[in-house]
């Protein structure tokens, strides 16, 4: 099983910037699917971008071009920086590994607690 720990969220003004950590514990780094999800209040969890092993990488359309996912597998940990931030980006960020796509949804199985990015206008 495992163990997901995210850190870096906080309240920042629009137009700025964020950089959420994610280390990963109790299963090999590097074989992981590690992703992003958020969940603003009152709407369903949404994916946010994902970068396996191997390289492969995706985001969700609402935040290619401002947010750069990225991992470092020697020291177990994920990143993703977050630029330009708009109000709408405003939620609670999950780390989450074991991450597939059934149909044009993203799904994963292991979750972090979350940490709240608030982005005020």
């Known amino acids: 099983q495992v163990q997901l720990v995210e850190s870096g969220g906080g309240l920042v003004q629009a137009g700025g910037s964020l950089r959420l950590s994610c280390v990963a514990s109790?299963?090999?780094?590097?074989?992981?699917?590690m992703g992003w999800f958020r969940q603003a209040a009152g709407k369903e969890r949404e994916f946010v971008a994902t970068k396996w092993g191997g390289g492969y990488t995706s985001y969700a359309d609402s935040v290619k071009g401002r947010f750069t996912i990225s991992r470092d597998n020697a020291n177990n940990t994920m990143t993703l920086q977050m630029n330009y931030l708009k109000p709408e980006d405003t939620a609670v960020y999950y780390c989450?590994?074991?991450?597939?796509?059934?149909?044009?949804?993203?799904?994963?199985?292991?979750w972090g607690q979350g940490t709240q990015v608030t982005v005020s206008s």
């Open positions: 109790g299963r090999t780094f590097s074989t992981l699917t």
């Open positions: 989450a590994a074991d991450l597939r796509r059934v149909g044009n949804v993203w799904r994963a199985d292991s």
